[in-house]
T-cell receptor, first 115, second 110 residues
Framework: DSGVTQTPKHLITATGQRVTLRCSPRSGDLSVYWYQQSLDQGLQFLIQYYNGEERAKGNILERFSAQQFPDLHSELNLSSLELGDSALYFC??????????????FGPGTRLTVL | GEDVEQSLFLSVREGDSSVINCTYT??????LYWYKQEPGAGLQLLTY?????DMKQDQRLTVLLNKKDKHLSLRIADTQTGDSAIYFC??????????FGTGTRLQVTL
């Protein structure tokens, strides 16, 4: 158990809909990262937050957005869903944001299926 | 930016050694990591190596780093069926951004 929790575990929805994925980082970790894992794209970094502020952006679509709240939990919002958005979405957390050592602890993921 | 490449698939027999390879492009990468993803689970850090080291051993795991060629490998001795998983190589530079490879699926056969 990494200490990172994600809800829900599975989500099935229809094209055009909007969903929210939730992540609670490990106790004390200030950084939260979101990743998308699909069969054809592999593991793609989406976005990072540190202590409530956006710190880095990866291959995140404009239809997707995220935020980190004062209690450090984070939400990833996916809107106008398309079939190609079906994937595993992982949240990870780490204690450090500066310095080269960056061990990230991953949650179990949310499997999103868009029908 | 950093680019990390791995072969997609490796099949070995139980009891043999597995060697998973990775190449990276950013010569300023200071830490290199191996993560393991078991079926239906998130990634878990297996081991890491600092760029001033050539080798690191941790029980059945041996990490070799060739900084000149920007090549990293993970050797698993006496591979077991429980080692079947996807293995991700990852690297961080000075900005602490972690870049993952594509993952290598290790299949262990009896």
């Amino acid at each position: 158990d990494s200490g990172v929790t994600q809800t829900p575990k599975h989500l099935i929805t229809a094209t055009g809909q909007r969903v929210t994925l939730r992540c609670s980082p490990r106790s004390g970790d200030l950084s939260v990262y979101w990743y998308q894992q699909s069969l054809d794209q592999g593991l793609q970094f989406l976005i990072q937050y540190y202590n409530g502020e956006e710190r880095a952006k990866g291959n995140i679509l404009e239809r997707f957005s995220a935020q980190q709240f004062p209690d450090l939990h984070s939400e990833l919002n996916l809107s106008s869903l398309e079939l190609g958005d079906s994937a595993l979405y992982f949240c990870a957390s780490s204690a450090t944001v500066r310095g080269p050592y960056n061990e990230q602890f991953f949650g179990p993921g949310t499997r999103l299926t868009v029908l | 930016g950093e680019d990390v490449e791995q072969s997609l698939f490796l099949s070995v027999r139980e009891g043999d050694s597995s060697v998973i390879n990775c190449t990276y492009t950013d010569s300023s990468s200071t830490y290199l990591y191996w993560y393991k993803q078991e079926p239906g689970a998130g990634l878990q850090l297996l081991t890491y190596i600092f760029s001033n080291m050539d080798m690191k051993q941790d029980q059945r795991l041996t990490v070799l780093l060739n900084k000149k060629d920007k090549h990293l490998s993970l050797r698993i001795a006496d591979t077991q069926t429980g080692d079947s998983a996807i293995y991700f190589c990852a690297a961080t530079g000075t900005a602490s951004k972690l870049t993952f490879g594509t993952g290598t699926r290790l299949q262990v056969t009896l």
